[in-house]
């Protein structure tokens, strides 16, 4: 009896060994995919903090087949890059502006006309309805998938020489803008000289005078330290310009329709945790560049209106063809 139960432990032992060996390889295994995200922002930034959400739900309701490795800071190059590379499957997901992305997809410069919202809480009604959701589709012909909208705030203007209290203060001014013809054309109706320029590259031209101001949100003003060169901040809001999460078409058509729905599910999910931190960041952002002297000028209402009565042409130019839909969208603010 004695021998017999020896052995049966013995057996015991060696079948929970086998488990637990067998249980280590599943957990060692390689995952099926494993998927490059670009995004030009610091660690610590709300859009990269939501790209890394994103990889981190992905790879949990995907029991680990599916990995993304988020690179930050510009790693895989600038957003123009980074788009064509995702147009032949070079990088798999990225987070872009708008405004970038526009070069390629004309109909969505819609989104980022001048002037466009009223607030925060219209572009969000516009964004997660009907109308954001026919802009993200519009993607599918340039070789892209549109997931989801992450937030990117209020642009304003801010530069070295003087505070901007009206219209007449932008003439003579050189102003940074994304590689954005809508962009350049915006700042030249207002009366200034637009220079595209990288993101990276803002801090230096500021510092050499190559630029007079650039034109940002709070938080991007405060991460790469423009107030250290730019001390006149000036509160227009001329753009609500939305960040757009893609994928390549050439990725995602490696997928199940199972995987598609759940990386659909986890990037709609992840915008909604960047958004929560981006409002806390931008508070965060203004209330540190105050504390470094920054000079603050908010436009009148007055004032505002002459901005906005300057950028028409923009409309013209750009949205010839889509003032219904530009008439819808204000039409929601209203709703």
Not at 2 to 28: D, P, T, Y
Not at 206 to 227: I, K
Not at 240 to 255: A, D, G, H
């Amino acid at each position: 009896m004695k021998k017999r139960g020896i052995f049966i432990l013995s057996a015991a032992a060696v079948l929970a060994a086998g488990l637990l060996c067998r249980h280590m390889l599943v957990q060692e295994r390689e995952p099926e995919f494993v998927f490059s995200y670009a995004e030009n922002q610091t660690e610590d930034y709300p859009t990269t903090l939501g790209a890394k959400e994103f990889a981190r739900l992905v790879e949990k309701r995907s029991n680990g087949r599916i990995q993304i490795l988020v690179q930050a800071e510009g790693a895989l190059g600038t957003e123009s890059d980074v788009i064509a590379q995702i147009q032949y499957g070079g990088i798999d997901f990225a987070r872009v502006s708008l405004s970038q992305l526009a070069e390629y997809i004309p109909e969505l410069n819609v989104l980022q006309m001048p002037y466009l919202y009223t607030n925060s809480d219209h572009m969000w009604k516009v964004l997660d309805g009907e109308i954001g959701d026919a802009f993200l589709a519009a993607t599918d012909e340039s070789e892209l998938v549109g997931l989801s909208w992450y937030d990117a705030g209020a642009r304003n203007f801010y530069n070295s020489k003087k505070p901007i209290t009206c219209l007449e203060d932008m003439a003579g001014m050189r102003i940074r803008v994304q590689e954005s013809e809508v962009m350049v054309d915006m700042v030249e109706a207002l009366g200034a000289t637009a220079l595209p320029i990288p993101y990276a590259d803002v801090y230096s031209a500021l510092e050499r005078g190559t630029v007079d101001g650039a034109e940002n949100n709070w938080p991007s003003y405060e991460a790469m330290n423009h107030y250290e060169v730019a001390k006149y901040y000036t509160v227009d809001e001329h753009n609500r310009v939305p960040e757009m999460q893609i994928c390549s078409k050439n990725t995602w058509n490696k997928l199940s329709e199972d995987d598609q729905k759940m990386i659909l599910d986890c990037a709609k999910e992840s915008a909604l945790y960047e958004r929560k931190l981006w409002t806390e960041r931008e508070a965060d952002s203004k209330e540190m560049a105050l504390k470094q002297g920054v000079e603050v000028v908010e436009l009148s209402a007055a004032e505002k209106k002459r901005f906005q009565e300057a950028v028409m042409g923009v409309y013209e130019k750009y949205c010839a063809d889509y003032m219904d839909v530009i008439e819808q969208i204000i039409a929601q603010n209203n709703k």
